[in-house]
């Protein structure tokens, strides 16, 4: 029912920075924690950044000092931004809502990163 969608993907040089935005249908106080996720090919998903509704975050070792992660409560948008990237960042990004035991995922979109 709630809709995700992502975009801010795309091809990019190592080094480079992207930013990822995740609109959400609905209020972002609905939901308790918000997160992007990244599947990479042959690999299984893993959870990158997480922020919850009361503002404390979260980051795998290999992001921290490297990606941010922020929401815009106002346009109803989670951002993801992403510096100093590197060709291990590559992969599929995928936004993630839970709003209590029910969690809502977008389509994903590709992050490629060339040495």
């Known amino acids: 029912q709630v809709q995700v969608v992502e975009s801010g993907g795309g091809l990019v040089q190592a080094g480079g920075s992207l930013r990822l935005s995740c609109a959400a249908s609905?209020?972002?106080?609905?939901?308790?924690?918000m997160g992007w996720y990244r599947q990479s090919s042959g690999k299984q998903r893993e959870s990158v950044a997480t922020?919850?509704?009361?503002?404390?975050?979260k980051y795998t070792e290999s992001v921290k000092g490297r990606f941010t992660i922020s929401t815009d409560t106002g346009r109803n948008t989670l951002y993801l931004q992403m510096n100093s990237l590197k060709p291990e960042d590559t992969a599929v990004y995928y936004c993630?809502?839970?709003?209590?035991?029910?969690?809502?995922w977008g389509q994903g979109t590709q992050v490629t990163v060339s040495s």
């Open positions: 922020i919850t509704s009361g503002g404390a975050t």
């Open positions: 609905g209020s972002l106080f609905n939901f308790n924690i």
């Open positions: 993630r809502l839970q709003q209590w035991t029910t969690v809502s």
